[in-house]
């Protein structure tokens, strides 16, 4: 059906939120959220009003002189959002996208509000600090690359720590479920992938129904837990420094793990929990796209032909100020590379040359061929993940 300036439109029942800066509505058939600056929110309510497009463009122009109005092409936009139930009368056939099933449902708010209220925000606090200074008094407790070889036997230190970090990935992403739930929000644990790993990520679409303010807490819940568990890791360490070997073997292993994810957070050029804070606290969304395109644009090198990012000129600023810290995500990656990686699979490789030396009949022989089938598979997975994600992105 054409859209012409004399057209009447209606709106699918949406609900309009104000946020910091602009305005976030929400599709009540998809539950799918968008975010619109209040010259787009009036043109709709004049819409639903009855007024055509060319009366809206004309009273928008004179109230927004400064502004380009077009309401032909946000007709346009709005129709491929499927966000328009009728054109003059006539209504739209809408491919019904539908709400997704949400679980976990069975978890009751006064759990999520138990682990999630002013009190134990201030608790979660006093952990973080209480790391910070057992790492200074105590700097034996700093996680070292070797923690990660708690076995003997180099074979089992793989599948050891993937089994102890799925088991604290999952107490992480619990966080982020009960922090939804403690505001009666519907969510549902996903499975995605980070480098060759397989991770589980927490639906956290329903925080857009929330005020601004109340967003961090389900955004930093994860890492709430993720402080918890160190700060007792890192607290049974000075408790039991005379403990068994394999015991302290896996304090120490837990410690490492929390302590890359947490510096992973810090990440910048990835969207981690921390992002979504950052993001959230500034009111600037698609923060990251944005400054990828403010890269670019600066280092000739990295031109690129994708269509461009709309920034409002109000976050300008903000997104050339996170450009720099994109750089700083680099950083703190390729200090976790050459500062734990590249030792790990040093070391890891000196010892299945050594381990090559004895005979079949040794197990130091076939300890070494399964380390390196692990080895292999890591790699491969790696391979695989970089061709997904940067050569077939460009086909």
């Known amino acids: 059906m054409n859209l012409t300036l004399k057209s009447n439109i209606s709106i699918v029942p949406i609900n309009i939120q104000k946020d910091k800066k602009h305005y976030i509505v929400e599709d009540k058939n998809s539950g799918e959220f968008y975010e619109m600056p209040e010259i787009c929110i009036e043109a709709i309510h004049l819409m ?47 491919h019904e996208k539908g709400k997704e099933e949400q679980g976990f449902q069975w978890v009751s708010p006064k759990l999520g509000k138990f682990f999630f209220n002013q009190v134990s925000l201030v608790v979660y606090s006093i952990f973080f600090v209480g790391i910070i200074l057992m790492f200074i008094l105590e700097p034996s407790l700093f996680p070292h690359y070797k ?93 039991f420094s005379d403990g068994p070997f394999i015991f302290l073997g896996f304090l120490k292993l837990a410690a490492l793990d929390i302590f890359i994810r947490m510096i992973y957070q810090c990440c910048f050029y990835m969207k981690t929990d921390i992002y979504y804070v950052i993001e959230n606290l500034t009111g600037c969304y698609n923060l990251m796209e944005n400054a990828e395109q403010v890269i670019r644009n600066k280092l000739s090198f990295f031109k690129s032909v994708r269509q461009n990012e709309v920034v409002f000129d109000e976050e300008k600023r903000t997104v050339h100020v996170y450009a720099l810290f994109y750089f700083v995500g680099v950083g703190l990656t390729l200090t976790l590379f050459f500062g734990y990686f590249i030792p790990q699979v040093v070391t890891a490789l000196t010892t299945i040359d050594h381990c090559f030396s004895y005979g079949p009949s040794s197990y130091h022989f076939w300890n070494a061929v399964f380390s390196t089938l692990q080895l292999l598979i890591g790699l491969l997975l790696l391979l695989y993940s970089l061709r997904k994600k940067y050569i077939l992105k460009r086909l």
Request: a negative charge; charged letters at 20%.
């Open 147 to 239: 923690d990660l070889f708690i076995f003997h036997l180099l074979a089992l230190n793989i599948p050891g720590w993937l089994i102890l970090s799925f088991i604290l990935v999952m107490i992480h992403e619990f966080g982020h479920i009960l922090a939804v739930r403690s505001f009666n929000l519907p969510t549902k644990l996903g499975i995605g992938h980070r480098l060759f790993l397989v991770v589980l990520e927490t639906d956290m679409s329903s925080v857009w129904k929330l005020p601004s303010k109340d967003r961090n807490v389900l955004f930093l819940a994860g890492l709430c837990f993720d402080t918890t568990i160190l700060f007792f890791v890192l607290l049974a360490q000075l408790i």
């Open 48 to 94: 639903n009003d009855g007024m055509a497009l060319g009366e809206i463009e004309e009273f928008l122009k004179g109230k927004y002189p400064n502004e380009e109005v077009d309401l032909l092409d946000f007709a346009k936009q709005l129709m491929e959002l499927q966000l328009i139930a009728e054109i003059d009368g006539v209504k739209i056939d809408i």
